[in-house]
């Protein structure tokens, strides 16, 4: 079920910042003694800064991180007369309850009858068909999907390609075969339920299968994900908050939020009246692959997302578009599209 809205309560890595890479150098005067920069990425054009010498207090991690930075921010702006870009490491987890969304304490446990827990993870089984066959295998196109491990669903048999430690392994499979009590954390499903959002939209897409999240919360680092994303990343599931996330709002990115099943409206979790929510698509009660050869429905603005990733792979095979052209044409209101044939399967995607 969609969570309740409400501010995000985002955990950081307490000994990380992250840097505009331009001003890097005039801020290294001002950084805490003993500092080490971990990174430096120009696709990002960030520096991630462990300043972990610091002599934290015995508080709030993410209080003391937040002063760092004002100071910085302050000492930086009284140097230069220019503002600093910087910000926290946050870990982008759980993708399903809390902490990140600030959701309830249930997680994601499919059973048949209903919803099991609280907050946005609550998947329950579906009466499943298989998904839509290849049509054209030769014009494919490859759709990227950095996630959890992938469960080889038969549906998604030959349909992927799997990096090194990207399937679930032979004990999770075991365990997800028991009775729904001692099941897997259901987060584990959540790049299998992705893979199947994306393959009803785009057929003949190829699956590029990468694991970057954690398979017991879902989690990583704001950085640690940013690196590793291609263009697309879930706006978060943090209500009508107006707060930028990471990396949903980098300006390369084409972020996305959820709406209520069957209607242009945003659904509760997902963020809106925002400058950095370029798109919104369905994101309750979406339908999906799940675990070793089920179906399920999940809410999410998790599932909105390869929504977007897949009409835009179709584009992209069907039109001839660039990713460019075909994020474009999404971002045009639906009733201002230019229609070709199967344009309308595409008017639940929407800009903001």
Do not use: C
Not at 280 to 309: N, R
């Amino acid at each position: 079920m969609p969570i309740d809205s409400r501010e995000p309560t985002v955990k950081v890595r307490e000994n990380q910042i992250v840097v505009d890479l331009e001003q890097l150098e005039k801020l290294e005067p001002v950084l805490p003694l003993g500092y080490k920069v971990i990174d430096r990425n120009t696709a990002l054009r960030l520096a991630l800064i462990d300043v972990s010498p610091r002599p934290w207090a015995e508080t709030d991690a993410d209080a003391q991180v937040e002063e760092l930075i004002n100071g910085l921010r302050e000492a930086y702006k009284t140097r230069y007369g220019d503002e600093l870009v910087i910000g926290k490491n946050r870990i982008v987890g759980s993708v399903a309850g809390s902490p990140y969304t600030g959701g309830g304490s249930g997680v994601a446990s499919p059973y048949t009858g209903g919803i099991h827990g609280k907050g946005q993870g609550g998947a329950r089984l579906a009466e499943g068909n298989a998904l839509p066959e290849r049509r054209d295998a030769k014009r494919s196109v490859r759709a990227g999907i950095l996630d959890t491990r992938l469960f080889e669903h038969p549906d998604l048999a030959g349909r992927y390609l799997a990096s090194f430690g990207a399937l679930v392994t032979d004990d999770q499979k075991a365990a997800a075969a028991r009775p729904p009590a001692d099941q897997v954390h259901a987060n584990l499903a959540h790049a299998t339920f992705i893979a199947g959002v994306i393959l009803q939209r785009a057929p003949d897409a190829d699956l590029d299968i990468r694991r970057a999240l954690d398979e017991d919360a879902a989690t990583s680092s704001s950085w640690e994900v940013a690196v590793k994303m291609a263009e697309f990343a879930d706006a978060g599931n943090n209500g009508p908050s107006s707060k930028k996330m990471w990396p949903a709002a980098l300006p390369q990115v084409i972020a996305v939020g959820a709406d209520k099943e069957g209607s242009p409206e945003p659904a509760a979790f997902s963020p809106v009246n925002t400058e950095w929510v370029d798109l919104m698509a369905p994101g309750e009660q979406v339908y999906s692959t799940y675990e070793l050869g089920d179906y399920a429905l999940w809410d999410g603005t998790s599932f909105a997302t390869p929504a977007v990733s897949g009409a835009i792979a179709y584009l992209m095979q069907t039109e001839g578009m660039s990713s460019d052209d075909a994020g474009a044409w999404l971002k045009t209101p639906p009733a201002a599209r230019k229609p070709f044939p199967g344009s309308a399967a595409m008017d639940d995607i929407r800009p903001i």
